[in-house]
């Protein structure tokens, strides 16, 4: 009997989470089927509750509902506890379990995909929103040698590093306070590409053989991206690869077995023009 998922947000329709859920699903012989679902902006709860009711097994969950979920959920994974925001529901039971597979997306992508491990790396974390919420433990766990945080409104980013006060490494700043210091992995979870601005950074600040990384993902690199090969960095990569990862731990959380993510993303790249790797030597 096939088991039903979806995704919920407000939008959806620009989601490409069914066609990475078919194939994973085509891959791994898994019998389930996967829907967007639009909820209505104040109705989060009905939507999952009736889609719950009719038999479905789980959600993702999408913006701008990943703290609703986080309260809907009746158990948390320490991923979602740490993020204090839910991307995955899974209904077992009588219990809603909420789980966050973000961090873990982007930490695999950063790994895996893109062979920049992380251990001992000077790390620039930009927003300190839910995006940037949802990432920071797993980076942290991945010990870098440095993870500053910046962000336009310095108080949202010093509330974030002091969660990791004790561990040393972890430190908040404004753009202006960067100047004169240097990263090898600057990470954009700011939500300023969707506006088409650019957080202010101080010039000089990728090292050499530095990877710019933007969360969002879109057919053409993002203006942080064409900023940052400008201003020296070596390497820029897209959240396409994120996504497909965090799909897969999500996968992985429903049905207990892992997909192959390689030629899932593959697949998607190769219905853009290939720019993830444009600025490598
Ligand atoms: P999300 O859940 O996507 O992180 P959010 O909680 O609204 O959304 O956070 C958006 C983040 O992007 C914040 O860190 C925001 O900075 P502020 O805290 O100062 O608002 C950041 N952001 C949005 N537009 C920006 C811009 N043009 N330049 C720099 N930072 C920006």
């Not at 329709?13 to 791994?28: D, E, K, M, N």
């Not at 940037?132 to 980076?139: I, K, R, T």
């Not at 593959?266 to 790797?277: H, S, V």
Request: with cysteine; aromatic share 8%.
């Amino acid at each position: 009997m096939t088991d039903h998922y979806a995704v919920v947000g407000n939008p959806v329709a620009h989601s490409v989470s069914p066609l990475i859920h078919a194939q994973f699903a085509l891959q791994t012989g898994e019998d389930i089927d996967y829907v967007k679902l639009l909820a209505p902006l104040d109705g989060f709860a009905e939507c999952v509750a009736q889609f719950r009711a009719s038999g479905g097994k789980g959600v993702n969950v999408t913006l701008p509902f990943k703290i609703e979920a986080y309260r809907l959920a009746t158990r948390l994974n320490p991923a979602a506890q740490q993020a204090q925001a839910v991307n995955t529901l899974k209904f077992e039971g009588n219990d809603i379990i909420g789980d966050n597979t973000d961090g873990r997306g982007l930490t695999r992508d950063l790994e895996v995909n893109l062979g920049f491990a992380i251990a001992g790396r000077r790390v620039l974390l930009m927003g300190a929103g839910g995006a940037a919420q949802g990432v920071l433990a797993p980076l942290f766990a991945q010990k870098p040698a440095v993870l500053m945080i910046a962000n336009r409104t310095l108080a949202r980013a010093q509330t974030l590093a002091d969660s990791f006060e004790r561990s040393g490494c972890c430190a908040a700043a404004s753009y202006e306070a960067l100047a004169g210091s240097q990263f090898d992995l600057v990470i954009n979870a700011t939500s300023a590409s969707v506006a088409g601005a650019l957080p202010p950074l101080p010039p000089r600040l990728y090292a050499s053989g530095a990877l710019a990384y933007d969360m969002m993902y879109a057919a053409e690199p993002t203006l942080f991206l064409r900023s940052a090969l400008a201003c020296g960095a070596a390497r820029i990569a897209d959240g396409i690869g994120m996504l497909v990862e965090q799909a897969a731990v999500s996968f992985q959380v429903w049905r207990g077995v892992c997909p192959d993510t390689k030629p899932v993303l593959e697949k998607l790249k190769g219905e853009r023009p290939d720019w993830r790797n444009a600025g490598q030597p």
